[in-house]
Every structure is written in structure tokens, then in C-alpha cells.
């Protein structure tokens, strides 16, 4: 192989790809990136088994073949080449190495046969349809931090994104928990969405996902099948396996009958949370919200450290009410909420809360109280 | 010339007899430079389960007892007589025949054994409210303070107290005398049966120098062999090298060790010392090695604890399953869940563990532990990804109650029906 490219094209797909490699690995071929010059330019791959990108840029191919090197080597050193260079790369015949030379720079990268780098075979995907990336970023956004990481419960460790029939149309729902949270959020299904199989993207994925959508301009393409997930941004192709797993029926728990409104500005509300909460300990992040007539107290009682109150003028006209939260989930929450001002919808103590924008969204947030 | 109290006669005086006592002649007195001024003590039932059988049959006075369950059982407790022959508590029962084939063995009455419990307890909170109960036959007491209301110091309040369980229970104590709880527990093993020793502040740290690292607890076979590769083997080996050269060695538990090596131990006697875990296991008259025969077994232990959580109201974040191959090694499995006190939930996650450690080998124990314990109002509580949970809940709970009416056979998971082998 011997390809020469631009310097802020390689370290962009490099940039890309390198991310889905793991640091510690135990299998070698898992660190290195597949380089492959074709005709049509210089494809790179990368994977941990689970996630795979690829990505092809443009190169001058003066020689086809294929190899692989460190994936976080040749990433730390294009990134510090010199804006502006061209980069070669070639490989040479037997010593099993690979060349990189920009200016006056030059690299003998150890390499591993490229025979060896496995390949996530996505297998048929049956499912195919487009969304604009800000509505795909959306849907991620605002339910990723409701993922949860405990590993017993594995099918809650991603973003189960499913449609469902509502109201004469067809919606496509992104839904994550870790049991203390929840996060749902739904948008028109695309063409070709509806009937597709309920999938659970992994949290990595969900991630990796993430940063390619970063000002993308062009509409994403999904394609899926029960078991796996292929989205191709700009260029960009990631695959993913899907968690092989049943979300549970999380309808069920999103309260429908609470009756006691609280309706509050959303800035003063989470700046107020952020305050008192200063003073609860590690372990025990429960703040008290005590309603009454108008009224919302926030307290944090920390036996070690001492204890916080702070008064906000609410609308609530309900029956008095008290009720503990985690502080670090209200901060969550209030941060993903799109309007100024929250709903709270409450029922007792023991029982989920809802919270949404007061002007209606898209999305809506459950939350498990605390004891206080 | 010391004070010294006899521990027959009960009497405390200054004369010296020969090393026997003024008035009743016996040889066992009590005398220690600092007798006076110590107050945390280790209680220590001598060959419990074994003193109590041969306290209610007179016949089994002179013969070597064992009180252990079944062929495949180990040993619970042997008396001072079989331990002659080298028998030793859990050692498994066959073994201990093979050493003692004379032994007379004795089926535990468990029920028997807590009531005599209870009342050495009685005695024991006659003395201190500060009663530590470690087991059914061991406790730690504090009777720091204690001087003026029993007109006594401590040792002599103790060495009272061993009479009196000999006289209203039948059974005989063991007693170590000390300035904290590791050097008590260390004084009451140096002087078995009927002992009573003291470790005084002046000689700690030369009584501690030539002990092995073993006598502390925690440091089980594993960390001995680590230390030992590094030379260590007696504590005043511990107490002299750097802490951390010893933090390279054994990590976080070195502190402990080193302190401990010097006598040095904060713990208080803690009257209601919670529970760390609940666990309940069970040895089986075959090996069983699959999946299918084990799950039957592993339900119904599940259920034990999963009560024994809901009586003391307690709920656990791990699950532990603990298995012992037929060669005797023993194997332990963790996993982290939200808290539960539920069997169902229990069960689940022992489920999975077991699954993955059937792999053909063949079993002779099976156990299931909730560790990580927390009150009960922490757990099953509406969980958002647990929808089922309430439903759960009342239906444990529907069943426990009938269960205590009618007996524990009076409902059962289809399961548990499972015909053994």
C-alpha cells in the first residue's frame, strides 16, 4: 500500500475512528486501525467487537493494499503534525512495518496483518430510514444521562428506541432509565421507520453516535435489523450490536393520575437545588421539597456538615406536600428541560413524579422519590 | 504481694498460700499486676453444643461427644475429650470418625443450644449493658464503670460470673481480660477450658511479638502466604516494617494489621452490632453438579433468607453464592442488585450466578448470602424499571402470612416440587 493524503483529512477520520479503541485491550489486532488504500481513496476501520467505524477520504492511491498500525499512535502523531502537511504512507515489503513521512518527519509503525481484523458482519438490515441529524441528536440528548451503568440489569444500559401508534400518527420514542430516572421523548416516525423492531443501542454507541452528529448537515441514514444498528453520517459508517435484551414495559410507570401541579421557573429552580445541595455528602443527595400555598422550601440535611434552606415562590395550590429527591437527577432533569418554565406533576411521597416543560414537549422526565 | 481472687472459692485476698488459696486451698487464682484496672472482656462457651449435651445426659460424661449433622456434615462443636483425638469444628464428619471412632454423635438441637444462650446472655447483662454477642457461644463485654455498682473490679465481677454459669447453667466459660476487644478475644484462647487469662497494657506488645500474623482475624490462609513470601510471619515482624512496604503487600487491610500488631484496637463494644450479611447454605447427602438438580435447592434458600431478611427488616444489595466442590474448595460469586428483600429477586440473581459455575462439577454445599444490607424501607420501592415490583411484594407478603399460619409446606413455587434424586 502507498497513499499520500492531507494531514486534516487523515486526523479527522482518525479522529473518528480512533475513539471506538479501547485503551487497554487484550486482543492486539482490538488496538490497531485498519488503513486500506483503494482507487477511490484511503479507508480506515476501527472496533472493539461491538462498535465498528469506517470511513473513506480522499487520497492519492499509488499502490492498493491494506494494513494496520496503533490506532492511538498514528492518531497522536498526525495530530502533531503541522497544519497543512500531506502524509504518506506506505508499507514496506517484509519487514512488517509501516511508513509515515510528512516534510521531514518520518515513522516506522509496527503493523499487524490486516487478515486478522475482524469484521462486525452486519448481516441483512432490513430496516431503512433517514433522519435530519439535529432530530437524531435530539432524541439522544435528551434521554442519554437517564442510562444507566449497572451491569446486573444490562438491558438498561442503552437507549431503547422503538415506534408506537399514537393518536392516528406513528411516533419513534427513545426511552433510557436506570430505575431511579426515566427519559422519553418522541418525535414523527420517518418513512420506513414503521414496523421497525424495539432495538436498545448501547451506551458506547449512543456516545460514538453522539460525536459524529456533531455538525453533520446531512440527513443520517438507519439501517437496522433485530441485532444490529448501521448509521451513516457524512461519510461515516458506524455499526453497532444491539443489547440482546427486553426493556421493560416502562409505560406502566409513568404516572397518569398525579394531581398536585407545581409550576415553576426552571432556572431559579435548578439554581436553587444547586445551592442547597452544596451541603449533602456523597452518599445521601436527598433534598426535601415541602409545598404548600405558593410556596416550595428546598432543605438538604447533612448530619456531618450541617443543614440548607432556601424558599422559592411556586404556583401550587394543592394539598401540602412533602417529598425527597436526589439533588444530582432534579439538576439532571431541569438541565434537558426546553421551555423556562417546569410542570411538576405529583402524586405522594412514595410515588413517581413526572416532569415535562409547562408549554408541552416532546419530552418527559419520571422520577422516584427519595426518602426524607 | 498482688491481690488474687480464687475462682472456686470466690474469695480476693493479699495472703499468699503457697499459690493456693487461704481458705478453700485451690490452686486457681486470679492475680495480674493490673487485674484492677482492665474492663473489656471475651466470653467464650467451652465446647458449647457438647457441655450442654453431656450437662443433660449424665451418661455422656466421660465419653468423647460430637454434636454434628448427618454423614456429609461437619462437625459443629467437639468436646475436650474427641478434640484430644485431633477433632476439629467443621472438619467434615467422616474425617472426625476416622480420628475418633468412639465418638458418640449427636444431632444438633439448635432450639436448646439458644435457650442456654439466652441465659448465659442473662448473666452476662447482669454484669454491663455493653454486651457485644459475637455468636451463640461468644461475646464481648465492656464493664468499664462497672466497679461501684458490683462493689467489685472488673476481673473479680468476671471471675463471679464464670462461677455462676457453671453453677445455674452447667456449663463452663472461658474469659480473657485485656484494654481492648482483639487482645480480650487473643487472652481467652491462651487458657482452655474454664480459663481466665489477662493481657495487661505493661506486657502487650512482648505477648503479641512472638504470635503469627494468623491470630489476627482476617488474615486468613491467603494473606499468610502473602506475607510470608515477604518474610513476614510473626507480628513483631508486622510492627517493625514501614506501612507502605506492608500496604504493597496486602493493600488497604495493612493499617489494621499494624495497629493490631501493636495491641492497638479502637473498636468499641457495640451492644447492637448490626448484621453484615444473611445467608443460609445447606450440604447435600449426594453431590449434585446440574443446573436443574441445584435450582430446586437454591429456591428454597432463597426463601430462608429472604425471611430472615423481612423478620429483622432488612434488605441487601449483593448476592453471594457460595459452592463447595467435592474436593472441598470453595467457591464465591458476588453480583450487585437494587435492594431487596424479595426471594424472587434474590433467586434471580443467585439464578444467574449458579448458571454460569455449572459446568460439570460435582457440588457438596450450596449457599446464598445478602450482604450490603440496608433497612427495608430502601428496598422494593417502586423501582421505574421494575414495574412488577409492588405486585411482587404483596404477593411474597400474601404468602408469608399464610405461611405462618399454616406452616411453611402450606404453599409452594411448582419448583420447589422438583423431584430430587
Known sequence: ?372 | MLASVCRDCLLDSRQDAGGRCPRCGSPRLLSHPERDTLAIAHVDCDAFFAAIEKRDDPALRDKPVIVGGGKRGVVATACYLARTTGVRSAMPMFKALKLCPDAVVIKPDIEKYRRAARDVRRLMLGMTPLVEPISIDEAFLDLSGTERLHHASPAVTLVRFARRVEDEIGISVSIGLSHNKFLAKLASDLDKPRGFSIIGREETLERLAALPVSVVPGIGAAAQARLAAHGIRRLSDVRTMPLTELMRVLGREAGDLQRLSRGEDSRPVRPHRPPKSVSAETTFEHDRSSFEELQPILWRLCETVSWRLKRAELAGRTVTLKLKDAAFRIRTRTTTIPPTQLATRLFEAAQRLLKAECDGTAFRLIGIGSGDLCGAAEADRGDLADPDVERLVRREAAVDRLREKFGRDVVQRGLALRPQR
Not at chain 1, 499509488?62 to 502533531?80: E, M, N, S
Not at chain 1, 451513516?232 to 409513568?254: E, H, M, N
Not at chain 1, 404516572?255 to 445521601?284: C, M, Q, W, Y
Open chain 1, 1 to 372: 500500500m502507498k497513499v499520500t493524503v492531507e494531514r486534516a483529512a487523515l486526523l479527522r477520520s482518525l479522529g473518528h475512528v480512533h475513539r471506538v479503541v479501547e485503551r487497554r485491550n487484550t486482543i492486539p489486532i482490538l488496538s490497531n486501525v485498519l488503513l486500506r488504500g483503494e482507487d477511490d481513496g484511503l479507508r480506515l476501520k476501527a472496533t472493539d467487537l461491538d462498535v465498528e467505524v469506517t470511513e473513506t477520504i480522499a487520497a492519492d492511491t499509488l499502490q492498493t493494499g491494506a494494513t494496520t498500525v496503533p490506532a492511538h499512535v498514528i492518531y497522536d502523531i498526525v495530530r502533531k503534525l503541522p497544519e497543512g502537511a500531506q502524509v504518506s504512507l506506505e508499507t514496506t515489503g517484509d519487514t512488517g512495518q509501516m511508513q509515515l513521512r510528512s516534510g521531514r518527519s518520518r515513522f516506522m509503525l509496527q503493523t499487524l496483518p490486516e487478515s486478522d481484523f475482524p469484521d462486525l458482519a452486519a448481516g441483512e438490515l432490513p430496516v431503512r430510514f433517514t433522519l435530519p441529524p439535529a432530530e437524531l441528536k435530539r432524541l439522544i440528548d435528551k434521554t442519554q444521562f437517564a442510562i444507566s451503568t449497572e451491569e446486573t440489569r444490562y438491558y438498561l444500559n442503552g437507549i431503547y428506541f422503538h415506534t408506537i401508534a399514537a393518536q392516528g400518527a406513528t411516533m419513534l420514542r427513545a426511552v433510557a432509565t436506570d430505575g431511579h430516572r426515566l427519559a422519553r421523548i418522541e418525535i414523527p416516525a420517518p418513512e420506513g421507520a414503521d414496523g421497525m423492531p424495539g432495538v436498545i443501542v448501547p451506551r458506547k454507541a449512543v456516545a460514538e453516535i453522539q460525536k459524529l452528529l456533531e455538525g453533520a448537515d446531512q440527513d443520517v441514514l438507519i439501517e437496522l435489523s433485530p441485532a444490529k444498528i448501521r448509521l451513516t453520517v457524512a461519510g461515516v459508517v458506524l455499526t453497532s450490536k444491539l443489547i440482546d435484551g427486553t426493556f421493560p414495559d416502562y409505560q406502566r410507570v409513568i404516572p397518569t393520575a398525579n394531581d398536585k401541579h407545581l409550576i415553576i421557573d426552571r432556572d431559579d429552580f435548578a439554581r436553587a437545588v444547586d445551592r442547597v445541595s452544596t451541603i449533602s455528602s456523597e452518599r445521601g443527595r436527598a433534598v426535601k421539597l415541602s409545598l404548600s400555598d405558593g410556596k416550595l422550601t428546598l432543605t438538604v440535611t447533612n448530619p456531618d456538615s450541617g443543614s440548607a434552606t432556601e424558599e422559592l415562590e411556586v404556583d401550587y395550590d394543592a394539598t401540602p406536600l412533602d417529598i425527597g429527591f436526589n439533588a444530582r437527577y432534579l439538576l439532571d432533569i431541569a438541565a434537558q428541560l426546553d421551555g423556562d418554565t417546569a410542570l411538576f406533576k405529583l402524586a405522594d411521597p412514595g410515588s413517581p413524579t413526572l416532569i415535562q416543560d409547562r408549554d408541552g414537549s416532546a419530552a418527559l422526565y419520571v422520577l422516584m422519590p427519595m426518602r426524607v
